[in-house]
């Protein structure tokens, strides 16, 4: 859809804000669907594991299972913030909010994100504490029950194996970039499960070491420390995402420079400036550019499609017509009328 309005200045502004088609509207809130039945039963997975953990870690005086357990914690708390993100992010444009809430979605995963790196700092550091205490002290205190420890892991392997499961089936053909075909928030809590996988693996080494090698107590709070940095890593990527968005960077599925030049390569435009791109949302990106046209008509289907080829759905166009080609294509005397009126110039009006 498109609106083209006259200014006495020679000025055509138009505006694009295309909308899938209606199957293509049902697919996407199917889809919407599934993600948040997902993550609804990651939720209740993840809550009855941590319980199971956090006795269990207790039992075994292990900071391995214990760290896992406030990384279920940091999973489940993800999660509802993620349903509820997305719930919000659903609501429908208004008078003060005119593009919808669509970036609460990023809010959410910014918050998730940065809430597992502060717990990982937290267990690191208490890691540290507890290799200084071995090390120095004797760390009686800290003797770990490597059987126990073990037996929990291997449980949390395999919860977190379905869990993985649950979030992840759509991952696993879908590149970075491809911000239109999977959520935000589905994919900062995949990242928390995979980080929990990472760390059950971990754990059970360590608990099968110790089991075996009960002196070997440094092995807990050292495989603390390399999760707790493995951790720290995976955010980053969910991280840059976020604020990508929220701080209107160019999308890094879009290449800027490549889109200046397709446009200002379509025939008859000039003059390509103010070029700015940036993403409403994650599976939203939009465009505004102004540039000059001999036929502002043309050059607006022809900007269209390029921004298409983009996966850029929301453009704002404001074209001018190109003096010189007036000048040219007008009959004598009435190229002042033809600049005054682009609209006349085109021989129609886009809506």
């Known amino acids: 859809m498109g609106i083209d309005h006259s200014h006495g200045h020679g000025h055509a502004h138009e505006h694009s804000d295309e909308h899938h088609p209606h199957h293509e509207a049902a697919e996407d809130k199917e889809r919407r669907n599934v993600v948040l039945k997902k993550l609804q039963t990651a939720s209740l997975l993840c809550f009855t594991f941590f319980l199971v953990e956090v006795i269990g870690g207790l039992l075994a005086g ?41 970036r609460t979605e ?29 090390l120095y002290v004797g760390g009686e205190e800290f003797q770990v029950d490597g059987k126990l420890m073990s037996m929990i892991a291997s449980v949390g392997v395999v ?17 970075l970039t491809n911000a239109n075909k999977r959520n935000v928030n589905l994919h900062a809590a995949y990242i928390h499960v995979l980080a929990d996988l990472a ?53 890094p599925c879009v290449n800027y420079d ?23 949302s994650h599976d939203k990106l939009s465009l505004s550019v102004h540039a000059s046209a001999a036929n502002i008509e043309q050059a607006y289907r022809d900007i269209k499609h390029v921004c298409h080829r983009a996966k850029i759905t929301h453009l704002t166009l404001q074209l001018q017509p190109n003096t010189e080609d007036v000048c040219v294509t007008c009959p004598d005397g009435m190229a002042h009328q033809c600049i005054r009126d682009p609209v006349k110039r085109t021989g129609s009006s886009v809506h």
Not at 108 to 134: D, N, P
Request: some cysteine; overall charge negative.
């Open 159 to 175: 919860v977190n194996i379905i869990l993985a499961f649950v979030l992840g089936e759509d991952h696993a053909h879908l590149p």
């Open 62 to 102: 292990s900071l391995a299972v214990l760290s896992d357990a406030a990384h279920l914690a940091a999973d489940l708390s993800a999660f509802l913030v993620a349903i509820i993100g997305f719930h919000i992010a659903s609501l429908p444009a208004s008078a003060s909010h005119t593009y919808g809430l669509k």
């Open 199 to 251: 760390q059950s693996v971990v754990v059970l080494l360590a608990g099968v070491i110790i089991w075996y090698k009960p002196t070997w107590q440094l092995t807990d709070p050292i495989c603390t420390l390399i999760f707790s940095i493995m951790v720290c890593y995976a955010t980053v990527g969910v991280i840059r995402s976020s604020l990508s968005v929220l701080l209107e960077e160019v999308p």
């Open 106 to 134: 990023s809010l959410a995963a910014l918050f998730s994100m940065v809430c597992l790196v502060i717990l990982s700092i937290v267990l690191a550091v208490e890691a540290t504490h507890r290799v200084w205490i071995i």
């Open 258 to 280: 490549e889109v200046f030049d397709a446009i200002s390569d379509v025939e008859g435009v000039s003059n390509v400036h103010d070029l700015h791109i940036w993403s409403i």
